[in-house]
């Protein structure tokens, strides 16, 4: 059945989908409609799972993983500073071995406050043992959720996965969806395995308990090893999917780069508009070609290698402010092309931070900078390219109370 | 029923009561028992690396997270249609009335039916006993050097607050009501408190073999009273024949050395005003021969 939804209410049919037995959530823009979809789904008897109104993402986070550890499928989402107030438990979750689900609308991390959409939240717990996923679409907001499931309760792996949609572009972006036939996702799905960590009073252990230095990395050790093991449990999944439900999704999606002098790498909603850029370059001539990230932990270094290794400049959009150092995702592409011969030049680029549009202007602009630039080792600062000159900056952080003092008016783009 | 779920010889400081009050929670709510215990003293019941010294399905959690982590587990059981289990939160008083507060009070408001126990030695002990909001007035601590200048909040009342079907205070002293009454939680619809006065000689600079002795003199100066509320309803369970002047307990404790006049003068107060509330209230119904 097709119908128009959000990408928020994507993400809760997916999880009715997956037949989430529990749920614990706190309302957060641009969040809040997955919770109130899925309370309403309980609350009709669609969905057949208990529903914590949980008093903060703190406890949404602590809720899911108790409720994991019966051995149920656990559902929870978030954005933004909620995650950050997650921060603490999110790693339990990993280290419990839990295969928790969780939504995050993507949004800024303040200071200053935003509602609006960049990836420094899912950032933020990158290193923390789930594994994540990054939709483009709403269809793919629906679908992801179900996949990160069979990816997460696979027995190979028993970690916990995040399916980050792009706050507003996608939360609140209506579209048509596709809802798969229950009785497919339930092939696809099965009912969760007995996992490897379980609160039964018929077979008593103790979880989670302090750990001496003799046995912290002996913990640690096997999840990074789960976690190698994600990218063929996740392909499998993915072709198993494709031949199900007739959509082929994959860990990376590399769009007319094997002759691309130029590629562009990017996650996310803006790939619908690199991918127009891209299409528009290659009718005038230019060979450019998009690599999109699905998957971002684990990181796909062979593919993203493979991908890349024969363009001539490779272009990164971070949808992440970078201070101190560059994008967490350029940092990635770096490693990945550490080594090839001749490398190719990596640019980097901050854009379409705390909700900023990235338009085809900002991509094109990008582009002509990076290559512009291009010298042998290509330019590695956080470049923030969709940045305007700012005489009067102090005053975006310290409105005075007649509120004429913020004109960011874009002058020209600063060099940097 | 079996009983014995915790291993003996663990690495609890000599006369600690909070492992006393532990085996008495644990006993009472026999082997259909999931326990959530966050970092605090009782974080050693839960186990160390490979080793657990207890015979119960347990999940060490984080400090504000106690009641989330049981709630959880609570809405996981339900998913399943096992209702045969308890749910246990057994947490100290930092873990219960400052950084614990607010997902205890969530887990309350929402009507969770989990059991939570505090065992409250009144500081941060297993951080080296650093003040809490439920250290008493003018006792010493690493944080409060000169004395706590202000009162402890009483959890019972926040709990009370909160409409909680069951709430309770008990003492390691009187280790049969503290079972009757962990049994009567346990087989509350909702959400049950039990607040545990807990005798701590290596934060409270008491001889280890004083513990009981001053959980007694807590009772029977009337500092600590022993009381449950079922559905609102007060019972005062213990009542001291004639109550001891407060001083009898503070001089036991070296946290007390330094106390001023005024403070003493204050906490005897507090208690009289107290108990003559009570009195006055009705609730005062039976003397267990304090
Ligand atoms: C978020 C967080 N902050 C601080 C700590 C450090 N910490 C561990 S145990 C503890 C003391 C807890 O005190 P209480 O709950 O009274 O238990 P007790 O040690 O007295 O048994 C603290 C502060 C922690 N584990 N987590
Ligand atoms: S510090 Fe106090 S409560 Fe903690 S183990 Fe020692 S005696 Fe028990
Ligand atoms: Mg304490």
Redesign the interface.
């Known amino acids: 059945m097709r119908q128009v939804m959000d990408g928020n209410t994507a993400v809760a049919y997916g999880a009715r989908l997956s037949r989430v037995q529990v749920v614990a959530a706190y309302p957060i823009t641009p969040q809040s409609t997955i919770a109130e979809v899925l309370a309403s789904f309980c609350d009709e008897g669609s969905l057949n799972a208990r529903y914590l109104r949980v008093e903060s993402e703190h406890s949404a986070m602590s809720a899911t993983v108790g409720a994991s550890y019966t051995g149920v499928r656990a559902f929870t989402a978030t954005a933004s500073v909620g995650l950050a107030l997650m921060m603490e438990v999110i790693g339990v979750a990993a280290g419990s071995r839990l295969p928790i689900v969780m939504a995050v609308a993507n949004r800024a991390l303040c200071s200053p406050w935003s509602l609006w959409c960049d990836h420094s939240d899912t950032m933020a717990m990158r290193d923390q043992g789930w594994i994540q996923m990054y939709a483009e679409n709403c269809q793919e907001a629906l679908d992801f959720v179900p996949l990160a499931y069979r990816i997460a309760e696979d027995p190979l792996v028993q970690l916990p996965a995040v399916v980050a949609i792009d706050g507003f572009f996608l939360s609140h972006m209506s579209d048509t969806v596709e809802i798969p036939e229950q009785e497919k996702v339930d092939s696809f799905l099965p009912p969760r395995g007995p996992g490897l960590m379980r609160m039964d009073p018929a077979a008593p252990v103790a979880a989670n308990v302090l750990t001496g230095p003799p046995f912290f990395t002996e913990a640690k050790y096997p999840m990074a090893e789960a976690m190698e093991r994600v990218p063929g449990v996740a392909g499998r999944a993915m072709a198993e999917f494709g031949r199900v439900f007739g959509r082929q999704y994959a860990q990376v999606v590399a769009y007319r780069c094997e002759d691309a002098d130029t590629a562009l790498v990017a996650m996310g909603s803006v790939c619908g508009t690199v991918h127009h850029v891209v299409d528009k370059l290659r009718s005038q001539g230019r060979k450019v070609g998009l690599l999109r990230l699905v998957m971002f932990r684990p990181f796909p270094y062979d593919e993203v290698r493979a991908a890349l290794v024969r363009a001539k400049n490779v272009i990164v959009l971070d949808r992440t402010p970078a201070v101190g150092t560059v994008g967490p995702l350029q940092a990635e592409v770096r490693t990945a092309l550490y080594g090839t011969n001749p490398p190719p030049e990596v640019s980097g680029f901050v854009a379409g931070i705390g909700g900023r549009d990235i338009p085809e202007a900002t991509v094109l602009r990008a582009m002509e900078e990076a290559l512009a630039a291009a010298s042998a080792i290509g330019r590695a600062g956080p470049a923030f390219v969709d940045a305007p000159a700012l005489e009067n900056w102090v005053d975006v952080i310290r409105s005075a109370p007649a509120a004429t003092a913020v004109a960011p008016a874009v002058v020209e783009v600063k060099s940097r | 029923m079996k009983k014995g779920f915790l291993a003996h010889g663990m690495t609890t400081c000599a006369g600690c009561t909070m492992e006393l009050i532990a085996r008495t929670v644990f006993d009472t709510l026999g082997?259909?028992?999931?326990v959530?215990i966050p970092?605090g003293c009782a974080?050693?019941l839960?186990?160390?690396?490979?080793e657990?010294p207890?015979?119960?399905?347990?999940?060490?959690?984080?400090l504000?997270?106690t009641?989330?982590?049981?709630?959880?587990?609570?809405?996981?059981?339900?998913?399943?249609g096992?209702n045969d289990?308890n749910v246990l939160g057994f947490a100290g008083d930092g873990g219960t009335a400052d950084i614990g507060l607010?997902?205890l009070?969530?887990?309350v408001?929402?009507g969770?039916r989990i059991l939570y126990v505090c065992y409250d030695n009144e500081a941060y002990m297993n951080t080296g006993i650093q003040g809490s909001g439920s250290t008493p007035l003018g006792a010493w601590t690493t944080t409060t050097p000169g004395g706590k200048a202000s009162r402890r909040k009483d959890l019972g009342l926040i709990m009370d607050a909160h409409g909680i079907p069951y709430v309770a205070t008990a003492s390691p002293a009187y280790l049969e009501d503290l079972a009757k009454k962990v049994a009567k939680a346990a087989a509350t619809p909702g959400p049950s408190f039990i607040h545990v006065h807990t005798p701590c000689p290596t934060g409270w600079r008491f001889p280890t073999a004083k513990g009981i002795e001053i959980a007694r003199l807590a009772v029977r100066t009337g500092m600590w009273v022993i009381y449950e509320r079922v559905n609102g309803v007060l019972e005062v369970n213990i009542k001291p024949a004639k109550r001891l002047p407060v001083t009898e307990y503070l001089k036991t404790q070296g946290r007390f050395a330094g106390i001023g006049e005024e403070q003493v003068a204050a906490m005897q107060a507090d208690v009289d005003r107290t108990w003559s509330q009570l009195a006055a209230s009705g609730e005062v119904l039976q003397s267990a021969g304090a």
Request: glycine share 8%.
């Open positions: 082997e259909k028992t999931i959530v970092p974080a050693i839960a186990g160390y690396s490979l657990t207890l015979e119960l399905p347990v999940v060490m959690s984080n504000e997270a009641a989330a982590f049981a709630a959880g587990i609570r809405a996981g059981l339900e998913a399943q096992k289990v607010q997902s009070s969530g887990a408001e929402r969770d």
